[in-house]
């Protein structure tokens, strides 16, 4: 008579197999993922967060020249350098447009192939040309940044060190994309941002010229926020949102304003919050840890206890 001794060991093989296999059952049903799974072309990429990272540092280089990319680029080679680096940016920013594109649609499994890629071209060439008015908009708010914080050394100091600069022009590049109708992309890019500084700006928010975050940590800034010109904000400020009553269905209702205004010369210190569709009016200040609901005058300065014009 044969004994087997690893019996044992086949009953837990057997268990083991019966667990993993229910688990993949419940899984592959249907009924568990409907709303969680996403069909795209077949052989067609995601949009890449390391691709959109060598795409910011190469708009970097591109906006300041001698501060990122090659650092031996001078007067006399700054337009070849920009040149190539255009060049690698459309093919690279065309690439992960289209999959986007793809990626936001899932009836672009049926679109024929060329469509979407010209589409995607065309977004990635529109966008190249706004570069000039990026590098024009950046410049003022390395000026502000600089002018509003006496411990900045020089400008250079605030382009290579300051998290507040740094959120803004991942801002400024996601905004014009998203203006440009891209899917995913924008939100992907501040979002890199977010997570680098701490500094939450949607890139569906308005910002004016010469706009500068100080410290920044905590600061958030949502989708329908509107920031005038020279308006300086400080850490943990939140620009947030008033909770909306749901539509007939209990959805949320989207694409209405619903955050702040805060007009020309507005400054808000750190740990306040303005919620809702308020207005800030042009000049105001709302000093730090400050709840506000509700419009403030212009010239108006804000305390924890009142409002003084």
């Given at each position: 008579?044969?004994?087997?001794?690893?019996?044992?060991?086949?009953?837990?093989?057997?268990?083991?197999?019966?667990?993993?296999?229910?688990?993949?059952?419940?899984?592959?049903?249907?009924?568990?993922?409907?709303?969680?799974?996403?069909?795209?072309?077949?052989?067609?990429?995601?949009?890449?967060?390391?691709?959109?990272?060598?795409?910011?540092?190469?708009?970097?280089?591109?906006?300041?020249?001698?501060?990122?990319?090659?650092?031996?680029?001078?007067?006399?080679?700054?337009?070849?350098?920009?040149?190539?680096?255009?060049?690698?940016?459309?093919?690279?920013?065309?690439?992960?447009?289209?999959?986007?594109?793809?990626?936001?649609?899932?009836?672009?499994?049926?679109?024929?192939?060329?469509?979407?890629?010209?589409?995607?071209?065309?977004?990635?060439?529109?966008?190249?040309?706004?570069?000039?008015?990026?590098?024009?908009?950046?410049?003022?708010?390395?000026?502000?940044?600089?002018?509003?914080?006496?411990?900045?050394?020089?400008?250079g100091e605030v382009i290579f060190c300051y998290p507040g600069f740094r959120a803004i022009g991942n801002y400024r590049i996601a905004h014009q994309l998203y203006k440009l109708g891209v899917p995913y992309i924008p939100r992907?890019?501040?979002?890199?941002?977010?997570?680098?500084?701490?500094?939450?700006?949607?890139?569906?928010?308005?910002?004016?010229?010469?706009?500068?975050?100080?410290?920044?940590?905590?600061?958030?800034?949502?989708?329908?926020?509107?920031?005038?010109?020279?308006?300086?904000?400080?850490?943990?400020?939140?620009?947030?949102?008033?909770?909306?009553?749901?539509?007939?269905?209990?959805?949320?209702?989207?694409?209405?304003?619903?955050?702040?205004?805060?007009?020309?010369?507005?400054?808000?210190?750190?740990?306040?919050?303005?919620?809702?569709?308020?207005?800030?009016?042009?000049?105001?200040?709302?000093?730090?840890?400050?709840?506000?609901?509700?419009?403030?005058?212009?010239?108006?300065?804000?305390?924890?206890?009142?409002?003084?014009?």
């Amino acid at each position: 008579m044969r004994i087997i001794k690893n019996i044992p060991q086949i009953m837990d093989i057997q268990r083991h197999s019966s667990v993993l296999g229910d688990t993949v059952e419940k899984l592959s049903d249907e009924a568990s993922y409907k709303q969680l799974f996403h069909a795209y072309r077949d052989e067609e990429a995601l949009p890449s967060g390391e691709v959109l990272k060598e795409i910011i540092d190469l708009c970097r280089a591109i906006l300041f020249p001698g501060y990122y990319g090659n650092a031996r680029i001078s007067k006399q080679t700054i337009r070849f350098h920009t040149g190539v680096n255009v060049e690698t940016l459309h093919s690279l920013l065309s690439k992960q447009v289209y999959a986007g594109l793809c990626f936001a649609d899932t009836s672009c499994v049926t679109c024929p192939e060329e469509k979407i890629s010209a589409e995607a071209e065309a977004i990635s060439e529109a966008f190249i040309s706004t570069l000039p008015e990026i590098r024009g908009l950046l410049a003022t708010d390395v000026e502000a940044t600089f002018n509003g914080d006496p411990a900045a050394q020089n400008l250079g100091e605030v382009i290579f060190c300051y998290p507040g600069f740094r959120a803004i022009g991942n801002y400024r590049i996601a905004h014009q994309l998203y203006k440009l109708g891209v899917p995913y992309i924008p939100r992907m890019i501040t979002e890199m941002a977010h997570s680098e500084t701490g500094i939450d700006i949607h890139p569906g928010a308005k910002i004016g010229h010469h706009f500068s975050i100080d410290h920044g940590t905590g600061t958030v800034i949502g989708e329908t926020s509107v920031i005038g010109n020279y308006v300086r904000i400080f850490q943990g400020v939140s620009l947030a949102g008033e909770k909306l009553p749901p539509d007939e269905n209990g959805n949320a209702i989207r694409g209405v304003a619903r955050h702040p205004i805060l007009e020309d010369h507005v400054t808000v210190y750190s740990n306040s919050t303005l919620i809702g569709k308020i207005r800030i009016g042009r000049g105001a200040t709302i000093c730090g840890n400050v709840w506000i609901a509700e419009d403030v005058p212009a010239g108006s300065t804000v305390t924890q206890l009142k409002i003084e014009n």
